[in-house]
């Protein structure tokens, strides 16, 4: 049986990668409305491209992590300018249906390139082992995945709450129509959102590799995880990522290692639960 | 259809209730695969099966405005409830119908309470979480339901214990096709009464309609629960013409399925579902027979090229094709 701390750090660790995921598409979702369902695809591609960079051309782990986040904000980008922004008054529904799309065609591509099989890293070795503290295991790994969610994630916050760009973020998530007529150009500043928020996904991507494997189902499994969280959280706001992405992974964690009959049911109960209290989420203002 | 040809409102809903040529048409044409394909029978009796759970999507998705992506529930409950019944020694397939379209309606009520007071993306993750929870149940639950490896030991009898099910599926077509028939039958009727033409107000404008009386959440947990007993028979219906119920008849995968036949038929229209199906199935299976695994991209094209190029779905654009000739439909 484990104990509490140990299910506690890897619940914190999990959910760190699951806000790191998932903190893109709350801001986009909260600004403009899209239903990005293919937000983890570009996840995915983040993943793929560190695969591919350290298995084929011999790069280190850490090299690896910008071009992962620049490779998902660049296709990111094409996407939203040949497909997404004129579907941007359309229907929920069919905002959804163009997404999904692109996440069968992006998990097809990839098992067709790289197979259905999990792609191994191999990491460098001050991240593998762990640290011995308290008479409690801390693995390497996931201390330096707390450490550099929480370095984004203030990063992030001291961005939205500080400077004038976050200043238009918080204007156009609260009143879109206003802060056109303000004179903020919305369209220019959600293009910039929506390639760093995919950028944040497609670094997650990466550095999920490690913790939860990579195969071209993962567009699809944490699709549901990253919806989850967004929901939960509230559209458009940060904090509100924070804190359901924290929710979500210690109590999947701490559901898996107690309960594991009902483990993956529990989740589910979680989010409902708290959808149905909070149907805007747990810090949406709508 | 234009104003000039209408008189009033009264001649124009029995317009839309007059049955129409291409509606004989197409009827008549779903008598056609046991002459012209009969090697394709099974597939056509799933076709004509998922036809059945397109069309109790349109119900709620199309005609009343309630997305859901976990409908899948209700399907998965329906064919659990009919394997379960065969397998514990009442094979009969017509009773079996009516229990598990009992059971699933009877969840699809209890959930319609719930249902009815969500809306836009609470409403996305409501549904999808339920159909989850209840796949991830059934995966536990392994004594009841087989769990990974499916229900095993299904036995349909004959239906009327005259027409026994055949390996080349003509017993499962006929039987599938006339259960799809007469619930279309039902759910036309139920389109075309007053509380269709209420449920479709309700997708208009969902502020509007209690504002002018009418009972919204009552509309809503009445649809629900009829498009949940649909989907339960069609349930049914595989696991009785498959004889085996697999966790996939839950799956988040199945309820995306089914969403995206009928934005490919078109959503709203009793046609959308069915055609929808007949297309997706058709392809799919054309698709896995070239290269397995890939269909999937192309799929996926193809939901992209009819969401950017068609957003009625096809019926939409042959409806707007056939205005443009000049045709009345």
């Known amino acids: 049986m484990p104990s509490v701390f140990g299910v506690l750090f890897d619940g914190v660790a999990y959910g760190m990668l699951l806000f790191l995921l998932s903190v893109g598409l709350s801001v986009t979702l909260g600004m403009m409305n899209f239903v990005n369902l293919a937000h983890c695809s570009f996840a995915m591609l983040g993943g793929y491209v560190t695969v591919t960079l350290m298995n084929a051309f011999g790069w280190p782990f850490f090299a690896t992590l910008p071009v992962?986040?620049?490779?998902?904000?660049?296709?990111?980008?094409?996407?939203?300018?040949?497909?997404?922004?004129?579907?941007?008054?359309?229907?929920?529904?069919?905002?959804?249906?163009?997404?999904?799309?692109?996440?069968?065609?992006?998990?097809?591509?990839?098992?067709?390139?790289?197979?259905?099989?999990?792609?191994?890293?191999?990491?460098?070795?001050?991240?593998?082992?762990?640290?011995?503290?308290?008479?409690?295991?801390?693995?390497?790994?996931?201390?330096?995945?707390?450490?550099?969610?929480?370095?984004?994630?203030?990063?992030?916050?001291?961005?939205?709450?500080?400077?004038?760009?976050?200043?238009?973020?918080?204007a156009a998530v609260n009143n879109q129509r206003m802060a056109r007529g303000l004179g903020i150009n919305v369209d220019g500043l959600f293009a910039i959102t929506f390639a760093l928020g995919s950028g944040l996904a497609g670094l997650g991507g990466a550095l999920a590799i490690e913790m939860v494997g990579l195969d071209p189902s993962f567009a699809f499994t944490y699709l549901i995880y990253v919806l989850i969280?967004?929901?939960?959280?509230?559209?458009?706001?940060?904090?509100?990522?924070?804190?359901?992405?924290?929710?979500?992974?210690?109590?999947?964690?701490?559901?898996?290692?107690?309960?594991?009959?009902?483990?993956?049911?529990?989740?589910?109960l979680v989010m409902m639960v708290m959808i149905m209290w909070r149907p805007t989420g747990l810090f949406g203002r709508r | 259809m234009t104003s000039e040809t209408i008189a009033g409102p009264v001649q124009q809903f029995q317009a839309q209730i007059r049955w129409r040529w291409s509606e004989v048409l197409f009827w008549l044409a779903t008598l056609l695969p046991p002459v012209l394909v009969p090697s394709y029978l099974v597939l056509a009796s799933q076709i004509a099966i998922t036809a059945l759970f397109a069309l109790s999507l349109d119900l709620i998705l199309g005609f009343s405005g309630i997305i859901s992506l976990g409908h899948a529930a209700y399907f998965g409950v329906g064919a659990y409830t009919a394997g379960l019944l065969s397998k514990w020694g009442w094979g009969e397939p017509v009773s079996g119908l009516l229990i598990?379209?009992?059971?699933?309606?009877?969840?699809?009520?209890?959930?319609?309470?719930?249902?009815?007071?969500?809306?836009?993306?609470?409403?996305?993750?409501?549904?999808?979480?339920?159909?989850?929870?209840?796949?991830?149940?059934?995966?536990?639950?392994?004594?009841?339901?087989?769990?990974?490896?499916?229900?095993?030991?299904?036995?349909?009898?004959?239906?009327?214990?005259?027409?026994?099910?055949?390996?080349?599926?003509?017993?499962?077509?006929?039987?599938?096709?006339?259960?799809?028939?007469?619930?279309?039958?039902?759910?036309?009727?139920?389109?075309?009464?007053?509380?269709?033409?209420?449920?479709?107000?309700?997708?208009e404008n969902g502020q509007r309609m209690p504002a002018i009386g009418a009972p919204m959440h009552a509309h809503i947990r009445t649809i629900y629960t009829i498009a949940a007993i649909i989907a339960g028979i069609a349930g049914a219906m595989l696991a009785q013409t498959t004889e085996?119920?697999?966790?996939?008849?839950?799956?988040?995968?199945?309820?995306?399925?089914?969403?995206?036949?009928?934005?490919?038929?078109?959503?709203?229209?009793?046609?959308?579902?069915?055609?929808?199906?007949?297309?997706?199935?058709?392809?799919?299976?054309?698709?896995?027979?070239?290269?397995?695994?890939?269909?999937?991209?192309?799929?996926?094209?193809?939901?992209?090229?009819?969401?950017?190029?068609?957003?009625?779905?096809?019926?939409?654009?042959?409806?707007?094709?056939?205005?443009?000739?000049?045709?009345?439909?």
């Open chain 1, 68 to 170: 992962a986040f620049i490779a998902a904000a660049a296709a990111s980008v094409v996407l939203e300018r040949a497909f997404f922004r004129r579907f941007y008054n359309a229907s929920d529904l069919n905002q959804c249906l163009l997404t999904i799309g692109i996440v069968f065609v992006s998990i097809a591509s990839a098992a067709y390139i790289y197979g259905t099989d999990e792609q191994p890293v191999q990491l460098p070795s001050y991240l593998r082992g762990s640290i011995a503290f308290l008479g409690l295991d801390f693995a390497n790994y996931r201390l330096f995945l707390i450490a550099t969610a929480l370095l984004i994630t203030i990063l992030l916050i001291v961005t939205v709450e500080m400077t004038r760009f976050g200043a238009q973020v918080r």
């Open chain 2, 244 to 329: 085996t119920v697999s966790l996939e008849a839950l799956g988040f995968q199945r309820s995306a399925d089914v969403v995206v036949m009928l934005i490919l038929g078109g959503t709203g229209r009793l046609y959308g579902g069915l055609v929808g199906a007949a297309v997706y199935m058709v392809a799919r299976d054309q698709f896995s027979g070239l290269n397995p695994q890939y269909w999937y991209f192309w799929i996926g094209l193809l939901l992209i090229a009819v969401v950017m190029l068609l957003p009625n779905g096809i019926l939409g654009g042959l409806a707007l094709l056939a205005r443009c000739l000049g045709v009345r439909s």
């Open chain 2, 100 to 203: 598990a379209g009992f059971a699933a309606g009877l969840l699809g009520y209890v959930t319609s309470f719930v249902i009815a007071r969500f809306r836009h993306l609470a409403l996305i993750m409501i549904t999808l979480g339920l159909g989850l929870l209840l796949q991830e149940a059934a995966n536990s639950a392994s004594w009841l339901t087989g769990g990974f490896d499916g229900l095993q030991g299904i036995h349909t009898w004959p239906i009327f214990q005259k027409f026994d099910f055949d390996l080349y599926g003509y017993t499962a077509y006929s039987y599938s096709l006339a259960v799809l028939f007469l619930v279309f039958l039902v759910a036309r009727r139920l389109i075309h009464s007053p509380f269709g033409l209420a449920l479709r107000g309700i997708r």
């Open chain 1, 229 to 268: 969280v967004v929901s939960v959280g509230g559209l458009g706001s940060i904090t509100g990522s924070f804190a359901a992405a924290m929710l979500l992974g210690v109590s999947d964690m701490a559901g898996k290692y107690y309960v594991p009959a009902i483990g993956s049911v529990l989740i589910y």
